[in-house]
């Protein structure tokens, strides 16, 4: 939330494995932006950022004071010396609880939420290097879980709207190229399986609130709910197949997770 970063020197976790019973361990933490208007509410990664170790999250600002960027942090003697690095995302963009995802060589995804009225929400691609937003696709629709990259480069995420999207980065272009995009429902009711399965009447109004995980093989899988209130008793795993993708992106961290191990995908 509203807290941003936090983190525990190892010294102090080794000392409260060893001593489990004392409650004086592993309490120590940093956290550089503390009620100042800045919410960190998305998953965060951890990637080599100018030869530091950094914790990597997007921040969202409050009426554009702070501005959205996405930054990265590595810890240090004074709360202001953490920062290692700084992008700011225009059009006060914000974010839900998507988080960050690497693609390729200094390159991250960062999941966006629109403003009401406005093309700002979908995902953005920054370099930490060049200290800029290389690219961006505009939507008005919520990404609320973090992006996946396959070893195609195709970028696949799900909105509160309903869509899953694959979408692709083209070297020099300010906008994400969109390879794939259509409403899960829709998917679901073109399956003959499921032609007068009552999945057609239940998730009619499927919105995706998860991030997506790829298999070895290809093949995504996605959380989907039929609504915002009634998501703990009416969800449902999907999967897919898509010609285009591949499995799991080669960075360091191409999706929620890190890694195919990191996910349960055995």
């Given at each position: 939330?509203?807290?941003?970063?936090?983190?525990?020197p190892?010294?102090?976790l080794?000392?409260?494995?060893?001593s489990?019973?004392?409650?004086?361990h592993g309490?120590?933490?940093?956290?550089p932006?503390?009620?100042?208007g800045?919410?960190?509410?998305?998953?965060?990664?951890?990637?080599?950022?100018?030869?530091?170790?950094?914790g990597i999250?997007?921040?969202?600002g409050?009426?554009?004071?702070?501005?959205a960027s996405v930054?990265?942090?590595?810890?240090?003697?004074?709360?202001?010396l953490c920062e290692?690095?700084?992008?700011?995302?225009?059009?006060?963009?914000?974010n839900d609880a998507?988080?960050v995802?690497k693609?390729?060589?200094?390159k991250?995804v960062?999941?966006l939420?629109?403003s009401t009225?406005?093309?700002?929400?979908?995902?953005a691609?920054?370099?930490?290097?060049?200290?800029k937003?290389l690219?961006?696709?505009?939507?008005?629709?919520?990404?609320s879980?973090?992006?996946a990259?396959?070893?195609?480069g195709?970028i696949?995420?799900?909105?509160?709207e309903?869509?899953l999207y694959?979408?692709?980065?083209?070297e020099g272009?300010?906008?994400l190229?969109v390879v794939?995009?259509?409403?899960?429902?829709?998917?679901?009711?073109k399956d003959?399986?499921?032609?007068?399965?009552?999945?057609?009447?239940n998730?009619?109004t499927a919105?995706?609130?998860?991030?997506p995980?790829?298999?070895?093989?290809?093949?995504?899988?996605i959380?989907?709910?039929n609504?915002?209130?009634?998501?703990r008793t009416?969800?449902l795993?999907f999967s897919?197949t898509y010609?285009?993708?591949k499995g799991?992106?080669?960075?360091?961290?191409p999706q929620?997770g890190?890694?195919?191990?990191?996910?349960?995908i055995?």
């Open positions: 939330g509203q807290y941003g970063f936090s983190y525990i190892k010294s102090d080794d000392a409260a494995k060893a489990p019973d004392e409650d004086k309490r120590s933490d940093v956290r932006y503390t009620k100042n800045a919410t960190m509410a998305g998953a965060m990664m951890v990637d080599e950022v100018k030869g530091k170790t950094c999250a997007f921040r969202s409050e009426d554009g004071v702070p501005a930054i990265a942090y590595a810890p240090a003697e004074t709360t202001d290692v690095a700084c992008v700011e995302i225009p059009e006060g963009v914000a998507g988080g995802v693609y390729g060589d200094d991250y960062v999941s939420n629109y009225g406005n093309d700002n929400g979908g995902v691609i920054i370099s930490f290097e060049q200290n937003v690219a961006r696709l505009r939507v008005q629709e919520k990404v879980g973090t992006a990259v396959d070893a195609a195709n696949i995420f799900g909105t509160e309903g869509s694959i979408v692709k980065y083209n272009s300010e906008d190229e794939f995009k259509q409403k899960v429902f829709d998917l679901i009711q003959a399986r499921y032609k007068d399965d009552e999945i057609c009447v998730y009619a919105k995706v609130y998860s991030s995980v790829i298999a070895d093989d290809g093949t995504i899988y959380h989907i709910a609504d915002e209130k009634q998501y009416n969800s795993l897919l010609e285009g993708t799991p992106g080669t960075s360091s961290w929620v890190k890694n195919r191990k990191h996910v349960n055995q």
